[in-house]
């Protein structure tokens, strides 16, 4: 048996090592062995300051050698675990959906600022796990929140969600896109997939590992967004909102998208890193 320090000093080494074998960044290797190790002793982070000199049992080894095992093989550290905090919630996730990361808070941020009625009806898109209606839903709590996906496994997944934050405003059902909303809508909210077909970065990181059909849409990446700006149109009511979360080189191309849509107001906010990632546009009135 191993302290748990001496654990953490032979993972990390491994989890640097095999990133460096696949020409990855290697800085998140002591981060994710930590949240593994934490994962297998069921407890919170500080834990494994205050006990250190800790020895993991026989079966609390195996089960973390065999979760760093598959981390060494690029397996993301939200799929061993099978849950990802978003927005202070907490939330599974499993290969069937994407997993949320800090990037699309900000899309959540722009929705909620949104000069809308205090009843508002609103939809998110390629809901996955839910991350995005169920901030929303959490923030808004007379908000009505719908959330769509085309497949029933993450459907089924952000309804276990809504279940484990305890947050009743939010509906999830299945269907493309806009199709199962209802019309006169104040607001609809999309991470639609829109990276390219042939884009090289489908092949490095966690995004091997995520499903396909989430991430990408179309030679260029923009047919989703083009299919989405058209649909919302006949849903949302007029002054409602339309919002997506986009790639960093995306903008002009999807202002162009919306504007030849007849949307009005169209406006284009970047990240903390100052890159272009959510544009909105608003129904003429």
């Known amino acids: 048996m191993s302290r748990i320090d001496q ?26 062995a930590e949240v593994l190790l934490c994962h297998v002793l069921d407890k919170p982070y500080s834990y494994l300051f205050t006990w250190p000199e800790k020895e993991l049992s026989h079966e609390q080894s195996q089960q ?25 919630l907490k939330l599974k996730v499993s290969p069937s959906v994407l997993i949320p990361r800090p990037d699309t808070e900000l899309l959540v941020e722009l929705a909620l600022a949104m000069p809308l009625a205090d009843d508002a009806t609103v939809a998110d898109l390629g809901t996955g796990s839910g991350a995005i209606a169920l901030a929303m839903a959490a923030e808004r709590p007379q908000w009505k929140v719908i959330g769509v996906d085309r497949l029933p496994e993450p459907v089924a997944t952000s309804k276990d969600n809504a279940r484990l934050n305890q947050i009743s405003n ?33 092949a490095q990181g966690d995004v091997q590992f995520e499903p396909r059909s989430a991430l990408t849409a179309g030679k260029d990446g923009l047919d989703d967004i083009r ?13 409602g909102w339309l919002l997506f979360e986009h790639g960093y080189d995306q903008s002009e191309e999807i202002q162009n998208i919306l504007a030849s849509c007849g949307y009005e107001s169209i406006e284009t906010r970047q990240d903390l890193s100052n890159q272009d990632r959510v544009t909105l546009a608003q129904k003429q009135v």
């Open 170 to 202: 939010v509906t999830f059902v299945e269907g493309s896109w806009c199709s199962p909303l209802p019309n006169q809508l104040d607001m609809i909210v999309s991470n639609p997939p829109y990276i390219r077909e042939d884009d090289e970065h489908l």
């Open 227 to 239: 299919t989405i700006s058209t649909q919302a149109l006949e849903k949302l009511k007029p002054g």
């Open 64 to 88: 973390f050698e065999a979760l760093i095992e598959q981390r060494t093989k690029g397996t993301p550290v939200a799929y061993l675990t099978g849950e990802k905090e978003f927005w202070s």
């Open 7 to 32: 654990t953490l000093g032979e993972a990390t080494q491994r989890l640097t090592d095999s990133h460096q074998a696949r020409r990855e960044q290697s800085d998140t290797a002591r981060l994710d």
